[in-house]
């Protein structure tokens, strides 16, 4: 099965009107012409329209870093995902682990998340991923099971078949201690067999799951070509044009 890689870029909390137009500007110049992996950006919300204005008529796709599991009404300072869509967004990040840290995020409400995403028309990016205490207790993979099967609860197999997934290890977020090759792999292989058995082996197969933690241009080649990391979700990396244009380039 030939997965497509996809390279995201999450600004989190970074640039402002000037600096997200020139980010994009950088990133369209640098990853425009790929056509063997798919590119897209994550900016702060004010700042869609303008990475948009930048963005318009290219391959290169644009998403929100979260969105409000209601639809509309009576939720000061939420983000629907209509709004999203109606500005022209493509895609959506969701559960990001700063998320389910900082804003207590459960798995229950990353899937009503999931659920309004896919209503709209977004492709949803879900974000799993165990802490270093979890790790260290031998607990990831029962941690990362329980955030995929509650995430993903209920949903078709044609409404999977939207769903990319990111694996990102909370311990690698920002630390600029990246999972090793294989431990990626292995969190990856079993996040596929576990789509498998909730979705099945067709499904299971043709869903991206990206690797995000501490990926820079110089450690994104080896990670991507494991068999099940079908590419990357990139943080700190993706604020240069230049180091993401390069991560893109390792994709392929
Ligand atoms: P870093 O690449 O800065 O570690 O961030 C990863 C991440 O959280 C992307 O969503």
Redesign the pocket.
Known sequence: MDRKPLIAG?WKMNTDAASSAALAREVLQRTGRLRSVDVAVFPPFPLIPAVLRVLDGSAIGVGGQDLSAEAEGAFTGEVSATMLTSLGCGYVLVG??ERREYHLESDELVRRKVGRALDAGLVPIV?VGEKLAERDAGETFARVERQVRVGLDGLTAAQMARVVIAY?PVW???TGRTATPAQAEEVHEFIRNLLASMFGSDVAAATRILY????KPGNARELMSQKDVDGA?????SLSGEGFAAIAENAG
């Not at 995000?212 to 990926?215: E, I, L, Q």
């Open positions: 999450n990001h682990s974000c990102e690698a977020i920002g995000g933690g501490s990926v979700l990139v943080g700190g990396a």
